[in-house]
């Protein structure tokens, strides 16, 4: 069956991951009751409107799991293949999109259910549409970028900072010409995470697409301008970025980092057509959940590929939301000697990548409070923590200085050594392991009486305390071993007699902690 918006919903749906709620929703209490849920929700009844909103469909890595069609951890190697094996898309007359096509006056953006956001945001947002444009020398890109409703046939197209289809639409601008381009509308995300790839200029990201789908993606042809759309899309937006330059403030925005952005000055875009299939559905992709939650799985790609080229045997790798799924790595290895500190190198290398932090691969990087606990027990600053000053930034980081030149200012970036030192004894590592872990079960507790503990018998003292002096006249024993080998006799009786022996002088602990029997001291 061929991916598409719907096919991937259908997962949601089976895979108990998607909410339908029928009651009647305003759209503009969308943003606030999505990330309420622990599912994607399908809104279909918003007031006003006659299509549904679907939204949250990738907020969780189980999700994206779905999306991608493959468990989690094989996200990264499905990514990689696909842009090792890109496959081209293929062009078709016809597409389920254009069951209803609007052009000339009957074009209305204000038809479609685009809820607002932020409290600060200047109007309806469009968050999830997948932009093709074209170029005469660089051809097709794709990328995701946010538009704002400003007319019935205007909105603004955010491409405020560089990035390829702005450099598509500064070339057209010197020309004094428009550059039309499609927005297509509740798609597979497998179109989604493609195009927001930064992919250099001259690829086409919609070749990774196809990669991912193992299928060429198909392109419909457009309706009013030259460029082409992706067939299956729920509703496509026909337009061009009108050759004003970045003049018109738009904005502000809700930024993948949590925070609002200010007003931009960007290029306005005119709609010339307003397709969808019969029943569509409109997707409003959650800002910022879903685009940090998206983000996720490219850097993790990136991630994987830079550790295995730099030799550092990398087991997990976590690009963790709290950084927005853009800034921080927390990384497990097996470690050499050395290796925690190549790994921080390697990963620093990323684009974005402000914070790394190494662990051994007995710390689970998905949770943080292990995490944590091995920066806490295994770091010395001095020794651990590396700094790099100068380097490439992100611009949406706050905590950058505002800039004084009008170029973007420079980042530190900083590397956690966290895995256990070489030079200190492995003892110390030592975790605590409970009595009978693993071997004994709550649950047969609780079920009156199902699997209690085995019966131990009564013992007599000073019998037990024989047994006991028998075993460690052979060897060195810990408690537990005691314990382990006299399973039938009570617990309170070893310990007793063992109290005793103590008591009577004939046992001590040696320098690891195990029982002995006491050498006689020796006569002056
Ligand atoms: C949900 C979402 C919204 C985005 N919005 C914007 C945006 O408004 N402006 C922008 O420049 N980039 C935005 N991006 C990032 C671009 O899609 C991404 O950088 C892409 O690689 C740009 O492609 P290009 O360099 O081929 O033009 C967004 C990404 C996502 C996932």
Redesign the pocket.
Known sequence: MTATFRSYLEALKINGELLEITTATDARDIAALVPQSEQAILFQNVRGYSMPVASGLLQSRNRLALAMGVPYEKIESKLRAAMEHPIAPQRVQRGAVKEVVRTGTDVNVFELPVPVFSIMDGGPMI??GVVIGEDPEFGM??????LMLKERDITGI????P????KFAERSLQQKKPLPISISIGTHPYE?VA?????NLGVN?LTFAGGLRGEPLALADGETIPVPCIADAEIVLEGEILPEGWVHPEGP?CEFNRLMGGIHLNPRVRIKAVMHRKNPIYYA?H?PW??IW??APIYEAAAWRVLHEAGVHATAINVTPGGCCHWHIVAAIKKSPGDGKNAIMALLSIADIKHVTIVDDDIDVFDAIDVEWAVATRVQADRDVLIVSNARSKPLDPSLPPSTTGKIPTTAKMGIDATIPDNVPASRYNRIVYYNQGKVQLKDYLDSGVKQAPPTEPSDTQAVSQKILGELANSHRFFAELLELFPQIDYRAIATALGGLHEQGRINQDGDGKYQMKQPTRPE
């Open positions: 968050t999830g890109n794709a990328g995701v970028y946010r955010d491409i405020v900072t990035n390829n289809l702005r989604l195009s927001t790839f930064k992919a990201e925005f992709l800002m879903e685009n998206m983000s």
